[in-house]
C-alpha cells in the first residue's frame, strides 16, 4: 500500500479491483460461469463521442451509404483512435468483429461513410452495453475438447480478397476465443477462401493444445471443426487425389488432411444458419445475427434462447423431406 501510495505522489497510477485486469471487468455468474466486460472503456467512448440512444441500431453491421457527403475524406488520426479503443473492446464483445475489421481495411484513407461506420458500432454497444462475453466454466478434471466454428466470404473486398472468421469453445459451451480477419492472399474460389480459413483456425488449434499441454490441462482429441461449405468438406473426405480446380492450394487441403489422419480434428458439415462463425465474415442482420450473437457471447442474464433463423425456402425443402420420411 505504501508503494503505491509513493507512486501516486509522483505518478498517474490506476489501481483496479481484484475483479479487474487492465480494464476488463471479471463479475462470476450464479452458475459458475465468468462475465468479461469493459465497461470504462466503453463508457469513456460513449462520453467522448455523445453516443446516445438515438438513432436505434440492432447490429454493428456497416451501412450501404449512397449520400455524395459521405465520400468525403476524413481524419485518418481521428479514425485510428477510435478503431484501436474499438479492437482492444473486441477481448469482451467479439460480437462487433466484422464491423471492426471491415472499417480497419479503410483505415489508411477514410471517407466521412466509414467514419459514420465507427461511430454505428459504438451505437450498437451502447444499446448492448449490459452484453459481454460469458466464459463457461468447466467441471474439474473433465475432458476437454475443442470445438471450432469457421466460416469465409468470397470476393468480399475491391481488390478481390476474402474474409476470415472463425470461433473457439470448450466442450461446446459459450466461446472463449474469436477472430475476424481480411485475408492476407487473394483466393480464386469461394472452395479455396474456405479451406484457407479452416488452415488459418487448424494453425491456432495446433498452438492451444500444445499450450494447454504446457499448462498441464491438454485437450482431448479430436477437435470438432464446423464447416459450412460442401465442397471443402468433400475435399478433405476423399482418401486420394485432389481435383484440378484445386491443385494451386493442395498445401492447404494435405495439411488439413494430414491432421484428420492423426486424429487431431474431425470435419463435420454444419448448415450456414447454425454457423455462428457466420457473423464475423459479412454483413449479417435481423434475427439472424441476434442468434448468432448469442451463440458467441452466451445467454445473458434475463435472455431467452433464441432459435436459428432457417431461410423459407430451406424449410420448404425439409417439410417436404419429413412428409416422404413419414
Not at 509513493?6 to 479487474?20: A, G, M
Not at 489422419?261 to 462463425?277: C, M, R, S, V, Y
Request: net charge negative; proline share 6%; with cysteine.
Amino acid at each position: 500500500d505504501q508503494f503505491v501510495t509513493d507512486c501516486q505522489s509522483q505518478f498517474e497510477v490506476t489501481v483496479d479491483d481484484i475483479d479487474n485486469y487492465l480494464g476488463v471487468h471479471y463479475e462470476k455468474q450464479s452458475d459458475g460461469s465468468l462475465l468479461k466486460t469493459q465497461p470504462k472503456l466503453i463508457n469513456d467512448l460513449f462520453v467522448k463521442h455523445e453516443i446516445t440512444n438515438k438513432p436505434l441500431v440492432k447490429t454493428p453491421a456497416p451501412k450501404v451509404r449512397e449520400d455524395p457527403e459521405d465520400s468525403a475524406p476524413f481524419s485518418s488520426t481521428i479514425c485510428l483512435m477510435l478503431l484501436g479503443s474499438l479492437l482492444y473492446i473486441l477481448f469482451s464483445r467479439p460480437d462487433i468483429g466484422f464491423a471492426v475489421s471491415w472499417a480497419a481495411s479503410k483505415a489508411n484513407s477514410p471517407t466521412l461513410g466509414d467514419w459514420k461506420d465507427l461511430v454505428r458500432v459504438l451505437q450498437y454497444l451502447y444499446q448492448t452495453k449490459t452484453k459481454g462475453l460469458i466464459i463457461q466454466k468447466q467441471p474439474k478434471g473433465c475432458p476437454l475438447v475443442l470445438y471450432i466454428y469457421v466460416d469465409a466470404s468470397y470476393l468480399l473486398y475491391p481488390d478481390s480478397k476474402a474474409q476470415t472468421g472463425y470461433s473457439l469453445s470448450l466442450n461446446n459451451t459459450g466461446t472463449f476465443y474469436s477472430k475476424s480477419q481480411k485475408q492476407v492472399l487473394v483466393t480464386t474460389s469461394s472452395t479455396h477462401s474456405e479451406m484457407r480459413a479452416l488452415f488459418t483456425v487448424v494453425c491456432v488449434y495446433i498452438y492451444i493444445m500444445h499450450l494447454l499441454e504446457e499448462v498441464g490441462r491438454p485437450l482431448t482429441p479430436p477437435a470438432m471443426v464446423f464447416e459450412d461449405n460442401q465442397a471443402v468438406v468433400t475435399l478433405l473426405s476423399k482418401e486420394k487425389g485432389i481435383p484440378k480446380q484445386s491443385k494451386h492450394f493442395m498445401m492447404l487441403v494435405n495439411y488439413v488432411r494430414e491432421c484428420i489422419a492423426e486424429g487431431q480434428l474431425e470435419i463435420h458439415k454444419i448448415w450456414t444458419w447454425d454457423n455462428f462463425a457466420d457473423i464475423f465474415t459479412k454483413h449479417v442482420t435481423g434475427g439472424d445475427f441476434a442468434y448468432k450473437c448469442q451463440r458467441v457471447l452466451g445467454v445473458q442474464e434475463g435472455e431467452s434462447l433464441l432459435a436459428p433463423v432457417i431461410p423459407p425456402h430451406r424449410r420448404e425443402v425439409d417439410d417436404v423431406t419429413m412428409s416422404i420420411a413419414e
